[in-house]
């Protein structure tokens, strides 16, 4: 074996196991990984079956609205607006709060630690980056990672909402505070309001913590998953379907 392919074995394995530990920590022993071509019927849209530019004209519409948005100070100091990915046919999707720096330099949410967090939560759910839809609350990045300003939820909050109509899933995960309580419209605490289903438009919402706070508290994990797990049951119930 040549050294490079040695470190490359070893970069590998290292990976597989920091995995294999964070998914310790989100409190689950065994991994069921679906099998390619099979039908697993775990909530995502088959997305095979959909041509990959079939992005909504609608969707496509309110993006580029929202990247000339100048409705709040925010746009000052963006390198990109961070509008959203994944499936815009997904039964699912997560709304966190806002971007941060990588987020902003790379104009996608969830692409720094916290979304290496919340793709091995995807993974855990037996689910990837593609079989879901994932957005911010907040387009653009407050400066310094700062919580947004009142002001700034609300200029910003009616592109979420118009999004939301958009995609129409059949769940929706609000990934902390801002999240949970600006699509509820009330001041619980996401502590409180975390592991119970709520309504939106419609729409059933599993509020939970954001992984940004699971990488400061660690010990949250397990609630999270247990809420994860509550989302997967609902979705492979078939009581849902998503909403047309
Ligand atoms: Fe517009 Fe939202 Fe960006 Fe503020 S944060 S400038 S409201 S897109």
Redesign the pocket.
């Known amino acids: 074996m040549t050294s490079k392919l040695y470190h490359e074995c070893y970069t590998h394995v290292c990976q597989a196991r920091r995995l294999l530990q964070d998914l310790h920590e989100l409190g689950f022993d065994t991994v069921v990984s679906p099998v390619v071509g099979e039908n697993t019927d775990n909530g995502a849209a088959d997305t095979a079956a959909l041509p990959s530019t079939a992005v909504p004209e609608s969707l496509l519409e309110l993006q580029n609205e929202?990247e000339q948005?100048?409705?709040?100070?925010?746009?000052e100091k963006?390198n990109h607006?961070v509008f959203g990915r994944g499936n815009p046919f997904a039964k699912l999707v997560f709304v966190g709060e806002a971007p941060g720096y990588e987020e902003d330099q790379q104009g996608q949410p969830f692409v720094g630690e916290a979304g290496r967090l919340l793709d091995q939560i995807l993974f855990a759910m037996g689910l990837s980056a593609e079989d879901v839809y994932i957005c911010n609350l907040?387009?653009?990045r407050p400066p310094a990672n700062r919580d947004p300003h009142a002001a700034?939820v609300e200029?910003?909050a009616p592109?979420l909402e118009r999004q939301l109509a958009v995609l129409k899933p059949a769940v929706i995960v609000a990934l902390g505070r801002f999240a949970a309580q600006t699509l509820l419209g009330v001041q619980t605490p996401v502590s409180r309001l975390r592991g119970c289903w709520y309504t939106y438009a419609g729409i059933a919402l599993m509020p939970t913590f954001h992984p940004a706070y699971l990488l400061r508290s660690p010990l949250e994990k397990k609630r999270v998953w247990e809420d994860m797990k509550e989302v997967k049951r609902r979705l492979e119930s078939g009581v849902i379907k998503r909403s047309d």
């Open positions: 929202v948005c100048h409705a709040c100070t925010l746009h963006r607006v907040i387009k653009c700034e200029a910003c592109y």
